[in-house]
Each structure stands twice: as C-alpha cells, then as structure tokens.
C-alpha cells in the first residue's frame, strides 16, 4: 500500500478555525444529540422496524463495538503514541467505530432522515476534534509525523503498518520499552470505561424492539 502524506502543519489562521470550529462544535453537539434521538422516536412511532433490516445492521454495530473495544484495550492518552493493535491499520479505529454503529442504527431504521443527521453531526464535530488531536500529537511525540507516513487517518489498510523507531512514541525522555508491541490490556478497557458503548447498543435495540409497543399501548390510537 502508497505511504500516505504527512498531514500539513496548520498555519495559525487554520489554527484559529479550527478552534472556532471546536467551539462551535461543543456548543450543537447536545443540540444535535436531542435532535437525533427525537428523530429516532419519531422515525420509529412512524412505521415498524424491519426485522430484516434490524438484522442487517448487526454487520455494523457489531464490527463498530469489537473495534472500540479493541482500540479502548491499547489507547494510552497523552502518555503513548499508540502504534499497535488497530492502531497499526487506522490512526481513528474508536471514532471509525462510532461511525460504524451509528450507520448500523440508521440501517435498523432504514432511515435517510436518520442516517443524514448522523452524518451531518459525525461531520460537524468530529472533524475538528480530529484535527485538535492530532496537532496536540504533532507537538507531543516526535514520531507523529512518522505515524502518519505508515497508517491512514479513518479508512483502514489490510495490512498493519510497520512500526516507526521508539524513539519519540513516549511521553518524556529516557529509555523507551514496549512503545511498538503493545498488547491488548483488559484493564485499559475498563479504565476507559469502554463498556458503556455495548450497553447503549443493547439498550437502542431493546428500543427498536419494544419502544414502538410500549408507546402504542400508553397512547392508543394515537397514530
């Protein structure tokens, strides 16, 4: 696979937009939440999921939970420049995991009212918080650059990258040990809290399931 181009440096007007547009994001983002689950209730009193369809967008939420999960087991914030695991395929495996469950749910749905808010919002502010982070990265660990050379920022490569020199993965100075061959670590998984992404799924199917009957038989005739 080419070697992907290192991200340029943002100039500080690009930096001052950015920051504006984080603010902006972190103003709609609870806005854009209400929005999308009014709309989830609504899209679901209209008409009846489809069990085929409900079926269906098992193939991506549940791909979208093993990958947050795996990614939540390396990912260690602002102490390491995770290289391992899903990180060696895509620089973003947690948020290409999000993104994976929300178009399964819009898939559940069947859904373009749906499906068009989940995109407009993963836009809106994941864009810049990615670009956030990986400035914060960039002035961090001495081998970002290098990172980003190897893997792609979302769409992952087949195969994993090969892993950069240690030096300048770490926090810090000194010798660096296990930087490049790290391993899955259950308890990082439950330090992140990671869990709670398996229990909003099950609690948005149980809703697919019984949410439509349950408002049905409070609201009779209603429809």
């Known amino acids: 696979m080419a070697e992907h181009n290192i991200p340029p440096k943002p100039r500080p007007a690009q930096q001052d937009l950015i920051a504006r547009w984080q603010q902006m994001a972190r103003r709609i983002r609870v806005p854009l939440g209400f929005l999308a689950a009014a709309l989830y209730v609504f899209e679901l009193w209209r008409r009846a999921p489809s069990g085929d369809a409900v079926a269906w967008s098992l ?35 947690l948020y290409l995991g999000s993104m994976l469950m929300a178009a399964g749910f819009a898939l559940a749905l069947l859904s ?13 502010i994941y864009i810049p918080v990615v670009a956030s982070e990986e400035r914060f990265l960039r002035a961090t660990f001495p081998g970002f650059d290098e990172y980003c050379r190897r893997v792609p920022r979302l769409i992952p490569r087949l195969r994993p990258a090969k892993q950069p ?24 998984y439950l330090q992140h809290r990671e869990y709670n992404a398996a229990i909003g799924a099950a609690l948005l199917y149980l809703s697919l399931l019984f949410l439509r009957p349950a408002m049905e038989a409070i609201l009779p005739g209603a429809r």
């Open 59 to 93: 193939a991506l939420v549940l791909p979208g939970l093993w990958l947050r999960a795996y990614a939540a087991g390396y990912v260690k914030k602002n102490r390491e420049l995770t290289v391992t695991g899903p990180y060696a395929h895509t620089r973003n495996p």
């Open 112 to 124: 373009w009212p749906v499906a068009l808010v989940l995109a407009v919002g993963f836009s809106v």
């Open 165 to 188: 020199p240690e030096e300048g993965l770490r926090l810090g100075t000194g010798k660096i040990t296990g930087a490049a061959t790290g391993s899955f670590s259950f308890t990082l």
